[in-house]
């Protein structure tokens, strides 16, 4: 088993398990076709966001930027890693639903182009820290349009009980908007919206847009400003399992263009831009991770665990949503998958599984297991649970392999402890 020409199990003898690995050529690719898709629907009129909270680190930050996206941040850290990387704060787009004041500090200290603002206390505070530096900046306002996508009720962010955005019904929302242009160190120049992440269906989006674009036009007729952006936010699916129904992320961009067009006929607005915010259909399909198959514990009539070694310190998502994955051991990846495996990681709890009764090739001890799709929310959110190191990501293209997050050592874990 290959992945951009990179053979698995040179890449998992060369640089240890667990590995995540992540193909520099597909996440280009997906890049690429999100910038022609803005060109195709809305003559460039608009851009395209990666959501870094799915994958982040200097280097996924500086590939993006060089294919021609912005930087969505969700917290200090990941602002300094995009401006470490090289991002020009104006690329940049700081999320998140209670964001501090030393981090409002270093967004503006380093003129961070859109600053999202959730809710009515951060835009107050946001006066304040501008006023504070004598800076205007420029905002954005976090809109929650009351609709329920269909995807993990963790991971569903539009709908009214959602602890993200302000409210469209109620009227907050608007009420927001008044606020923001009395500021005197705000600038409004977009709304945002955000719906769920691992939406399966076109609908959700397309009404999003329509929510949002009647927002707008109130914005426009009530108060007499027109409005530069709107970002719609993230969220297409991804193909966990084969089986998965998956919509071409091109078609939802389609069915969006085709509404947003539509409506600013209908409500005389002129088109404003546009900027989604993908994180999953970046990152996700491009990464895998490697891992050396343990012990193998067969429990008649109940099931058989295959022990990796890594787990929910390197890949917390099944035990958390019990999210799909596809699982196959790659050093048999042409034979029959004919085996029902639990996958077992190595912490100390019974929860951590990677996987259950998924069919794989009749596994070994010391045969390399493969989990594909991995490349979103799996580094981004691993954790240290029982000591255990974070493992090292390599950037494959073309054949070539290179570390571009170093593995975690021993040390490494005990360096803050005094
Ligand atoms: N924009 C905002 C404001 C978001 O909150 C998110 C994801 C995105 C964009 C990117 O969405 P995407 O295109 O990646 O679906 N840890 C969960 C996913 C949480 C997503 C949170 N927000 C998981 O592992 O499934």
């Given at each position: 088993m290959a992945?951009?020409?990179?053979?698995?199990i040179?890449?998992?003898?060369?640089?240890?398990?667990?590995?995540?690995?992540?193909?520099?050529?597909?996440?280009?690719?997906?890049?690429?076709?999100y910038?022609?898709?803005?060109?195709?629907?809305?003559?460039?009129n608009?851009?395209?966001?990666?959501?870094?909270?799915?994958?982040?680190?200097?280097?996924m930050?500086?590939?993006?930027?060089?294919?021609?996206?912005?930087?969505?941040?969700?917290s200090?850290?990941?602002?300094?890693t995009?401006?470490?990387?090289?991002?020009?704060?104006?690329n940049?787009?700081?999320?998140?639903?209670?964001?501090?004041?030393?981090?409002?500090?270093?967004?503006v200290?380093?003129?961070?182009?859109?600053?999202?603002v959730?809710?009515?206390?951060?835009?107050?505070?946001?006066?304040?820290?501008?006023?504070?530096?004598?800076?205007?900046?420029?905002?954005?306002?976090?809109?929650?349009?009351?609709?329920?996508?269909?995807?993990?009720?963790?991971?569903?962010?539009?709908?009214?009980?959602?602890?993200?955005?302000?409210?469209?019904?109620?009227?907050?929302a608007?009420?927001?908007?008044k606020?923001?242009?009395?500021?005197?160190?705000?600038?409004?120049?977009?709304?945002?919206?955000?719906?769920?992440?691992?939406?399966?269906?076109?609908?959700?989006?397309?009404?999003?847009?329509?929510?949002m674009?009647?927002?707008?036009?109130?914005?426009?007729?009530?108060?007499?400003?027109?409005?530069?952006?709107?970002?719609?936010?993230?969220?297409?699916?991804?193909?966990?399992?084969?089986?998965?129904?998956?919509?071409?992320?091109?078609?939802?961009?389609?069915?969006?263009?085709?509404?947003?067009h539509?409506?600013c006929?209908?409500?005389?607005?002129?088109?404003p831009?546009i900027?989604?915010?993908?994180?999953?259909?970046?990152?996700?399909?491009?990464?895998i991770?490697?891992?050396?198959?343990?012990?193998?514990?067969?429990?008649?009539?109940?099931?058989?665990?295959?022990?990796i070694?890594g787990?929910m310190?390197?890949?917390?998502?099944?035990?958390?949503?019990?999210?799909?994955?596809?699982?196959?051991?790659?050093?048999?990846?042409?034979?029959?998958?004919?085996?029902?495996?639990?996958?077992?990681?190595?912490?100390?709890?019974?929860?951590?599984?990677?996987?259950?009764?998924?069919?794989?090739?009749t596994?070994e001890?010391?045969?390399?297991?493969?989990?594909?799709?991995?490349?979103?929310?799996?580094?981004?959110?691993?954790?240290?649970?029982?000591?255990?190191?974070?493992?090292?990501?390599?950037?494959?293209?073309?054949?070539?392999?290179?570390?571009?997050?170093?593995?975690?050592?021993?040390?490494?874990?005990?360096?803050?402890?005094?």
């Amino acid at each position: 088993m290959a992945i951009s020409g990179c053979d698995t199990i040179d890449l998992a003898k060369k640089y240890g398990t667990p590995l995540y690995v992540m193909s520099e050529d597909e996440i280009r690719r997906v890049c690429g076709s999100y910038v022609a898709s803005f060109q195709k629907f809305y003559h460039g009129n608009g851009r395209p966001i990666y959501a870094s909270k799915a994958f982040c680190c200097k280097e996924m930050c500086r590939i993006v930027l060089s294919e021609g996206l912005d930087l969505e941040v969700v917290s200090g850290g990941e602002l300094f890693t995009a401006l470490q990387a090289g991002v020009p704060g104006q690329n940049i787009h700081f999320q998140g639903n209670n964001k501090t004041i030393p981090e409002l500090e270093l967004a503006v200290d380093n003129n961070v182009g859109d600053i999202v603002v959730d809710n009515l206390s951060e835009l107050e505070k946001l006066e304040r820290v501008a006023a504070c530096k004598g800076k205007v900046v420029h905002i954005s306002l976090r809109i929650k349009p009351g609709i329920d996508a269909h995807t993990h009720e963790f991971i569903r962010t539009g709908q009214i009980d959602s602890k993200f955005g302000l409210d469209l019904a109620s009227g907050e929302a608007f009420c927001a908007v008044k606020r923001a242009l009395e500021l005197e160190h705000i600038k409004l120049m977009g709304l945002h919206c955000h719906i769920g992440s691992q939406i399966m269906e076109k609908e959700p989006f397309v009404h999003a847009a329509e929510v949002m674009l009647g927002l707008m036009s109130q914005i426009k007729t009530e108060l007499g400003v027109t409005l530069d952006f709107l970002n719609l936010g993230g969220g297409f699916g991804i193909h966990y399992k084969e089986t998965d129904d998956f919509i071409p992320y091109i078609e939802y961009m389609e069915a969006v263009s085709i509404k947003i067009h539509e409506k600013c006929t209908e409500l005389q607005l002129d088109l404003p831009k546009i900027f989604i915010e993908p994180g999953r259909s970046v990152a996700g399909e491009a990464g895998i991770t490697l891992y050396t198959v343990g012990g193998i514990r067969e429990i008649p009539d109940v099931r058989s665990y295959v022990a990796i070694d890594g787990g929910m310190f390197e890949n917390p998502r099944y035990a958390l949503y019990q999210s799909d994955y596809t699982c196959l051991i790659a050093n048999k990846a042409n034979q029959p998958a004919g085996y029902t495996a639990t996958v077992a990681g190595k912490c100390c709890e019974s929860g951590d599984l990677i996987q259950e009764h998924t069919k794989i090739q009749t596994p070994e001890e010391g045969d390399i297991l493969a989990v594909l799709s991995t490349g979103a929310y799996n580094y981004s959110m691993a954790s240290n649970y029982n000591r255990n190191p974070r493992p090292a990501c390599v950037m494959v293209r073309n054949g070539e392999g290179r570390v571009i997050i170093r593995g975690e050592t021993y040390q490494d874990l005990i360096r803050n402890d005094l």
